[in-house]
């Protein structure tokens, strides 16, 4: 049987979800004994080149030849998957999403004119159907084990979308919200990273995006009820998933 | 039964005895918070006591030189008899044949030291589910048979508690071995069972009075007394039947977080799901050949889907799903069961970031 | 002869940047290192943010080095603060570092590199290569494992604070990793014999290399900015003495030491770092560069992975060394108030200095800042490097020079993504 | 007895497609014990499973009589794509049977009704064929058979998706039986009815008094059907529906077929209208 054949695309990001790929010490030969890496700049000189059955996508759309270069890959893959907060909700960088373009371009650069940008940041799928969405910034890489296995055996990804809370509980780890009122994304925020922050005793920043049916508005109620001011409450969405979760804010007043 | 009397000091000889024979599980604060896990009778956190309210939690020292001062974290014996995750199966599949092995760990059995009358309430219910149903659990079997329960009789109550209301305490009545009652001077050790009385007969006692009797119905009646919260469970399961398209469910929804904490501090929330979980390796192998292990872990009815079926999703909105885990706590159990479905141990009130008060809720039902 | 040498995409990089070469009349005319790599205006977002914010997001800008942008911000905050943490937490820090050390020298040397030695595409297209792969992969594991158990994860750690650190690792928990420390450092010198067994070309020209340097210790966290042509300042001042300029040609600003009316480009990372501290390293190592043949300074300038691997051993053997002698602190942080302030920190991210700087207001909200990661103040000198190149085997065909080309850029371990997050100008 | 909470092996011994997406499994339970051990009532399903993928619960479409144990399974999602790539000879995963399954001893000597839509025909595959081998057997052993004739009303999107079809004019001699289609295919002979079942109800004459009905099918269909058995007179006590839910355990430990207090896997999924009468109507229950 022929390998299924995989590219790994980057489009605005920091590298860190690819690089998650071969931080998969334990599975990458495992990986290359069934799967063909046959697109991957960041470890193989490998062109691009032919169809995909998987299209791994990091990175969010943010200037004009992103755009048209996605939907290159698109209409050569077979599956899109998106890797990381960038790829799936447009990343920190979508940040530049609510503020004005040109103060960012004078504020970083000194001859803004010659920086080629789009003024939003935009998760993949705002352009091109994507089939499944990995989220995290960086991803799990047992959420990409567990997606490539179900690749293989033909099934959905058993990936939970439930808060991180569920298995901040599960762990037994003290919730830092209720005991001590640290502003912890938790009860928003979908489970997958292992529930990092809160077992360290830091609230949760999010960077695994909204989970299903987030109740936003809920949230920076009890945030404001702690203490912050609207505005510093919001600041705490407006992270590496900001679109998402302000995304969730609007879907959810419907 | 049999009842006898110890000195405060003795305390640490019920520890001795046990630890031959069991692991212990106890109270011990971390992080402050109160937390069951591997502890030892120095552990135990004498003259801590919780102050709580809906959605919060705080550890204070001020109770004096009691032993059992404080009353329950987030923790219960769930996490012990019912893990979060635990493997049912390991499985193995070539093209003709499909193998599906339970080892069944043989661990030194449990003893769960100062569980509270409303969690000795939710056991009696997990036993019925996990061990009378039309299939016996054979992995809560292996891990409940042998364990003991040390029950002890609440001091106080904890703020969000309201057990008299669903007459799961703050008395221990049944289904322990040793219920521990703290008084003034000394413990009132009672015995529930066999195993119970072995303990107690290693116990050094001293000569129960008529006074020491008194003392301790008192302490269970002053802890009754003073609980501040309270349902009007005598309208339960009706109360929710007839409401059950009750305004309030919508209202509710607006402020629901949906995160699940409530149903996995519930001592009697019990819904999982299965899975089969497999590596690369499971897979890569050979290429006919796939191995893994199938698992369970706690779930939710607050997930969204949880209630999924190919081409649905019988609870969609967040109102339905809060709606169906207040029924089932509040009016299902009895049905399914028997046996109520909230023991009114407090703690979805306390963990719950956004406060949600089932005792408030179901007042609010009450009202039109 | 006029040639012109196109790499559209540049591989086995961080980041995406290609090159053109313009060669007219045999001589040199033209090199665009271009970095398309899109930006993303980090400086301008973190404007506003609360100061606890800045750890995390400047974490994202690169994937690869993230400690080195979470150590140079928690410094910086620190600095302007005026917070001086315990010597069981500096330690606990220079740990996580080595383990990013060593996860992202040991990708670069077994992963990105190395294969340019075999003239093969990636590190598993040829079997008996994938033998050292694995070996890299075991490192970098190792790595990644100390990154794990003191932060979480190795992309994007959590458990960096200001002040400290949001919880520390019990003993026994970080004890676990010294096994396969032990087994890491075995690997690591016979990879310094391996690395300098390889053939290189030759790419010497007069430079400058700059680097800290600490008085006690081979630097990671701490010391003053140091130049091989007589510079020494503290890193307040020598943020001040370099500048930064633009070419229409990339999206990333290139950086120079200013002298007089000139500015010169100037060398950072591994080598410039062996060949400033080489008299901190322990001397198991240096005995291993002597039988390795290793002299010093290391003027070629293609030998960025002899460097590496000899770093690669320093930061394994001071893993253990941290490990080995490590107790738990009384407690994870040190209590703190926020204050208004300034202030630059420098520290040595695995690809060389990486420069920030931050001005905080009283609400605790950054005012502005600035970051200058090592792959932008090496551009110019790339840059340089391949002119040299060029000039030397100007009749080569155009195919070789672009192989080559390409390994030269790589030797550097570029992180094009970094490079594009570059500084505030002063308005 | 064996335990139901591990799966067993079971050898597919053929297998028959019933229609574009839905194919019948016969199994052959490998292990000698579990074999001769197990026994179900028509209405029973089973678990089965695919290691790796999942378990989906499915309906034994066969009755405790045949001689060969069936499940006819549409293909949904990834079990039952899973599935429908076996081949004969291949293994699955079995747990079961689960469920209560129909009350035959509520038929006695009343007229029976069966009511299916689309898939619903399944588990009353397995009584209808139940039906007819008792029926034959009291007939060649007493002559008062004390079953009248049952009815069977069968819905299903066009001729081609209706299932068994080869089987229905055998069930005639015990049976009435109405065809009924939403809609006829142009290419298709087709004689039987075109239009929603619950107006086949009007078309069949019984007695609904002494009618007991069974009733599978979609929920909306169900929803339907009930109303016009309830306006015919059908008593609701003598109306049994089948309900679906998501299914984990099987054995009522998971809570995720909760239909309000009953445990659609345990004391399902086959219910007396009267005893979740005040459930039918809620949404999102
Ligand atoms: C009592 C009962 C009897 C059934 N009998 C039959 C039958 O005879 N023939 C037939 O083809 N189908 C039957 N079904 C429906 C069948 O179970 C689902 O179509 C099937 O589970 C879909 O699984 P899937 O993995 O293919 O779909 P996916 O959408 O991939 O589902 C994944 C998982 O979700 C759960 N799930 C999804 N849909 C359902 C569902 N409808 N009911 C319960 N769990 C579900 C299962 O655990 C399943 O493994 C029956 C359902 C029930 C409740
Ligand atoms: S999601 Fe995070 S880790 Fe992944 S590429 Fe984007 S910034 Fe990097
Ligand atoms: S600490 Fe955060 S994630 Fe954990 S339970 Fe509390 S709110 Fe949820
Ligand atoms: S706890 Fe939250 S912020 Fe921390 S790693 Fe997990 S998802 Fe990310």
């Not at chain 2, 889907?305 to 009895?334: D, E, I």
């Not at chain 3, 570092?97 to 093969?120: M, Q, V």
């Not at chain 4, 068994?164 to 009815?193: C, H, I, M, N, S």
């Amino acid at each position: 049987m022929k390998k299924p054949r995989i590219g790994v695309f980057k489009f605005t990001s920091c590298d860190g979800c690819q690089l998650s790929i071969l931080n998969m010490e334990d599975e990458i030969l495992d990986i290359l004994s069934v799967f063909n890496i046959a697109y991957f700049r960041e470890a193989t000189d490998d062109p691009l080149r032919g169809q995909f059955d998987i299209s791994l996508v990091e990175g969010s759309i943010s200037t004009n030849w992103q755009k048209k270069e996605i939907v290159d890959i698109r209409e050569r893959s077979r599956l899109i998957i998106t890797i990381g907060a960038c790829a799936t909700s447009g990343g920190l960088q979508a940040l530049r999403n609510w503020a004005r373009l040109q103060s960012y371009k004078k504020y970083v650069y000194p001859s803004p004119d010659a920086i080629e940008a789009l003024s939003t940041s935009t998760p993949i799928s705002e352009h091109v159907h994507v089939d499944y969405e990995l989220w995290g910034c960086p991803i799990n890489k047992n959420a990409l084990s567990e997606t490539l296995v179900s690749f293989l055996i033909n099934k959905k990804p058993g990936i939970p979308r439930y808060s991180l809370c569920m298995d901040c509980k599960q762990k037994g780890i003290p919730c830092i919200l209720v005991s001590k009122a640290e502003p912890c994304l938790g009860p928003v925020t979908i489970t997958g990273c292992g529930v990092l922050c809160p077992s360290f005793g830091k609230p949760c920043y999010g960077c695994f995006g909204p989970k299903d049916d987030a109740n936003i508005d809920s949230i920076l109620k009890i945030f404001q009820n702690m203490g912050l001011t609207q505005k510093d409450s919001v600041l705490l969405l407006d992270k590496m998933n900001t679109y998402a979760y302000r995304k969730a804010r609007i879907d959810i007043r419907q | 039964m049999d009842t006898i009397k110890i000195k405060k000091t003795s305390l640490k000889s019920i520890f001795d005895v046990i630890s031959k024979s069991h692991r212990i599980i106890g109270p011990k604060i971390e992080n402050d918070v109160l937390i069951l896990t591997e502890a030892g009778f120095e552990d135990i956190p004498s003259g801590y006591k919780e102050l709580q309210k809906p959605g919060q939690y705080r550890m204070t020292k001020d109770a004096g030189d009691e032993i059992f001062s404080f009353s329950l974290g987030p923790d219960s014996f769930k996490r012990f008899f019912h893990p979060p995750l635990k493997e049912l199966f390991g499985f193995k599949k070539t093209t003709k044949a499909i193998s599906a092995n339970r080892i069944l760990k043989k661990e030194m059995p449990i003893a769960l030291i100062g569980v509270r009358a409303c969690d000795i309430s939710a056991i009696k219910l997990y036993d019925r589910i996990f061990l009378e149903g039309p299939v016996k659990d054979s992995i809560y079997d292996s891990l409940r048979k042998d364990a003991l329960i040390i029950g002890v009789n609440c001091l106080r109550p904890g703020d969000n508690c309201f057990c008299s209301s669903m007459g799961a305490g703050p008395q221990i009545k049944d289904n322990f071995d040793i219920a521990v009652t703290e008084l003034k001077d000394g413990l009132i050790i009672e015995t529930g069972s066999a195993a119970g009385k072995k303990i107690m007969e290693e116990l050094p006692f001293e000569k129960i009075t008529e006074a020491d009797m008194r003392e301790k119905e008192a302490v269970s009646e002053n802890c009754k007394r003073l609980i501040k919260k309270s349902v009007r469970s005598e309208e339960l399961p009706w109360l929710i039947y007839k409401n059950l398209e009750h305004p309030r469910w919508s209202d509710i929804a607006r402020r629901d977080l949906e995160c699940g904490n409530c149903t996995q501090v519930c001592p009697t929330c019990f819904c999982n799901s299965t899975y089969d979980y497999m590596q690369l390796s499971g897979v890569v192998n050979k290429s006919s050949e796939i191995s893994g292990v199938r698992v369970m872990k706690w779930d939710s009815c607050f997930s969204k889907n949880f209630a999924r079926v190919h081409g649905g999703n019988f609870r969609p909105s967040r109102r339905a799903r809060f709606r169906q885990w207040m029924s089932h706590k509040l009016a299902y159990t009895f049905e399914q069961f028997g046996l109520t479905g909230c023991v009114g141990c407090g703690r979805c009130i306390t963990w719950c970031p956004a406060g949600i008060d089932i005792t408030q809720e179901l007042e609010a039902l009450r009202k039109q | 002869m006029n040639k012109i040498v196109k790499i559209d995409y540049l591989s086995r990089v961080e980041g995406e940047g290609g090159i053109v070469i313009e060669i007219k009349d045999n001589k040199v005319s033209k090199i665009q290192l271009k970095i398309f790599e899109a930006p993303r205006f980090f400086e301008s977002f973190l404007v506003g943010r609360p100061y606890q914010d800045v750890i995390d997001f400047t974490a994202r800008i690169c994937g690869i080095c993230p400690v080195a942008y979470q150590m140079s911000s928690v410094h910086a905050m620190e600095e302007i603060f005026g917070i001086t943490v315990e010597d069981s937490i500096s330690e606990l820090r220079r740990l996580l570092y080595t383990g990013e050390w060593i996860e992202s020298h040991a990708l670069h040397i077994y992963f990105l590199n190395g294969p340019d030695f075999y003239g093969i595409p990636n590190a598993w297209a040829d079997k008996e290569y994938l033998e050292l792969a694995k070996v890299g992969l075991r490192l970098k594991k190792t790595g990644n494992n100390i990154l794990t158990v003191l932060g979480g994860r190795p992309v994007h750690p959590i458990s960096v604070k200001v002040g400290g650190f949001h919880k520390t690792p019990r003993k026994k928990e970080i004890e676990s990793l010294l096994p396969e420390l032990q087994k890491a450092y075995e690997d690591s010198l016979a990879a310094i014999k391996w690395a300098s067994s390889l053939t290189f070309n030759h790419n010497v020209w007069e430079t400058e290399y700059v680097s800290l340097r600490h008085d006690t210790e081979y630097p990671m966290n701490r010391g003053r900015a140091l130049s091989s042509k007589g510079i020494d300042l503290s890193m307040d001042k020598f943020r001040n003495a370099i500048q930064e300029y633009q070419v229409e040609y990339s999206t990333a600003l290139h950086s120079g030491i200013k002298r007089d009316s000139s500015v010169s480009p100037y060398f950072v990372g591994p080598i410039s770092r062996v060949n400033l501290n080489h008299d901190k390293l322990p001397d198991e190592i240096k005995n291993s560069m002597n039988e390795a043949g290793i002299s010093l300074p290391i003027r070629n300038s293609s030998m960025g992975i002899i460097a590496r691997a000899v770093e690669l051993a320093y930061a394994v053997h001071e893993a253990i060394r941290i490990i080995t002698k490590y107790e738990e602190p009384d407690k994870p942080f040190v209590d703190y108030k926020p204050q208004p302030g300034q202030a630059t920190w420098i520290t040595e991210a695995p690809r060389g200095i990486l420069i920030h700087r931050y001005s905080i207001d009283e609400k605790g909200k950054v005012r502005d800042c600035a970051i200058i990661p090592p792959t932008s103040q090496n551009l110019g000198h790339i840059e340089k490097d391949i002119y040299n190149f060029l000039q030397n085997n100007i009749d080569k065909s155009a195919d070789f020079l672009k192989k080559e080309c390409e390994k030269i850029i790589r030797s550097y371990d570029p992180c094009i993504s970094c490079s594009v997050h570059v500084l505030l100008l002063k308005h | 007895m064996y335990d139901k909470s591990l799966p067993f092996e079971a050898t597919i011994k053929w297998i028959k497609k019933e229609s574009r997406d839905t194919i019948t499994y016969s199994l052959g339970i490998n292990n000698k014990e579990i074999h001769s051990a197990y026994s179900f009532r028509p209405g029973q399903f089973n678990m089965l499973y695919i290691p790796g993928i999942g378990e989906s619960p499915i309906s034994i479409s066969s009755s405790p009589s045949d001689h060969d144990l069936t499940h006819t399974v549409r293909i949904a999602g990834d079990v039952t794509t899973a599935i429908s790539k076996l081949n004969e000879g291949d293994i699955l995963g079995i747990r079961g049977p689960m469920g209560n399954g129909w009350p035959i001893e509520e038929i006695e000597d009343r007229n029976l009704i069966i009511i299916a839509g689309g898939l619903g025909i399944a588990p009353l595959r397995s009584v209808i064929r139940h039906m007819r081998a008792t029926s034959k057997k009291s007939k060649t052993g007493s002559q008062d058979s004390t079953c009248g004739k049952g009815i069977i009303l069968y819905g299903a999107k066009s001729p081609k998706d209706i299932l068994f079809r080869d089987e229905f004019p055998g069930y005639r001699d015990t049976f009435e039986v109405q065809l009924t289609v939403d809609k006829a295919d142009p290419e298709e002979y087709w004689r039987g009815e075109v239009g929603l079942i619950t107006e086949l109800i009007n078309k069949v004459s019984f007695n609904p008094l002494t009618t007991v009905a069974f009733v599978c099918g979609p929920e909306v269909m169900m929803q339907a059907v009930t109303k016009e058995l309830l306006l015919r007179g059908v008593p609701g006590e003598k109306i049994f529906i089948t309900m679906e839910r998501n299914m984990n355990c099987g054995i009522g430990i998971c809570g995720h077929c909760f239909f309000g207090p009953k445990f659609t896997c345990k004391d399902g999924p086959v219910f007396r209208y009267t005893d979740i009468e005040e459930f039918f109507s809620i949404k999102e229950l």
